[in-house]
């Protein structure tokens, strides 16, 4: 959105949520989402953060205080995409009577392929019939920021042209990011461009690089991984020569270490594709998470 356009929006808003002399209290889902609403927020709102570094949000079971902290919270952050399968409940279970923002509207989803291991999930974790790791684009990473910004703005006016200062600065910041990792991407050879990882949360990074990602578990570290499945990965990676794999922080890394042990493939290093790390890891932040994602891809593959 231009700068006319954003404070068009936010001046014929009409503000539903008392407002109040301190921040703003507001709920994200987990942390990539959290630490987003965090830049575009600044002192003006308290986060919390309900399934936080390292956390698997495929798998989170919410918990009373995390119900506490939804029912008083004036906006609720959500990735959408189905990703957040026990948001519902945990809604409705705790009374929530503000504002629920969705942080992936506007974006176009990527379709899961027909036959996604992804459909052989619990029901409580299916992510239903599109992927919804978007944050993993830094392109779609600015319709995060700009839902942000508007969701703020309009429930907190009196902040609105801060919030739409910080939501300028972190575009910047993001679109500097892009042009390094589309730089370092293009590196990579073209016989050396497939990624194997244990579950599938990298097909929007994939489709902006040209890169194609393989991984045994599908969409969700809850997918059952058949054994045809397996057999058929093992077959390509021997049929192609991947030289190596990836683990990655949420999920249980045995079966694609199996894989790299029937191969002769060698651990590339580790991803971050739901979570952050802690504040003293290599992926605090959503832009270090995308640094470190790309660096440690370049340095398996590049050569």
């Known amino acids: 959105l231009s700068r006319a356009v954003a404070m068009v929006v936010i001046s014929l808003a009409t503000p539903t949520i008392a407002q109040s002399s301190g921040p703003?209290?507001?709920?994200?889902t987990f942390s990539i989402l959290g630490d987003m609403v965090k830049r575009v927020g600044g002192e003006h709102v308290e986060v919390t953060t309900l399934v936080g570094a390292n956390g698997d949000a495929h798998v989170y079971q919410p918990t009373p205080a995390d119900a506490?902290?939804?029912?008083?919270?004036?906006?609720?952050?959500?990735?959408?995409?189905?990703?957040?399968?026990?948001?519902?409940r945990l809604v409705s279970a705790s009374g929530f009577t503000g504002k629920r923002v969705v942080a992936t509207k506007g974006i176009e989803p990527i379709a899961f392929e027909?036959?996604?291991?992804?459909?052989?999930?619990?029901?409580?974790?299916?992510h239903g019939a599109f992927d919804p790791h978007a944050w993993q684009s830094l392109r779609l990473a600015e319709f995060y920021v700009e839902n942000i910004?508007?969701?703020?703005?309009?429930?907190?006016?009196?902040?609105?042209?801060?919030?739409?200062?910080n939501r300028a600065a972190y575009l910047a910041e993001i679109r500097?990011?892009?042009?390094?990792?589309?730089?370092?991407?293009?590196?990579?050879?073209?016989?050396?461009?497939?990624?194997?990882t244990p579950h599938d949360a990298f097909q929007y990074f994939a489709a902006d690089y040209g890169l194609v990602f393989k991984a045994p578990q599908g969409l969700s570290t809850e997918s059952d991984a058949s054994a045809s499945d397996v057999a058929k990965l093992i077959r390509q990676i021997?049929?192609?020569?991947?030289?190596?794999?990836?683990?990655?922080?949420?999920?249980?890394?045995r079966m694609v270490d199996q894989i790299g042990r029937e191969t002769g493939a060698t651990r590339g290093g580790t991803l971050y594709s739901g979570a952050l790390s802690a504040a003293d890891g290599p992926a605090a932040t959503y832009l270090d998470m995308v640094r470190h994602n790309t660096a440690t891809l370049a340095a398996a593959l590049g050569s």
């Open 68 to 88: 506490r902290a939804v029912n008083s919270a004036q906006l609720l952050f959500v990735n959408g995409l189905d990703f957040e399968g026990w948001i519902d």
């Open 149 to 165: 910004m508007l969701a703020l703005a309009q429930a907190d006016p009196d902040n609105a042209a801060q919030y739409y200062r």
């Open 24 to 28: 703003i209290p507001v709920v994200a």
């Open 114 to 126: 027909e036959g996604e291991p992804a459909h052989k999930v619990h029901d409580h974790h299916d």
């Open 238 to 253: 021997r049929e192609e020569g991947i030289s190596a794999y990836f683990v990655e922080t949420i999920t249980d890394n």
């Open 176 to 196: 500097a990011l892009e042009a390094e990792v589309s730089a370092l991407m293009a590196t990579i050879p073209e016989n050396k461009r497939t990624v194997v």
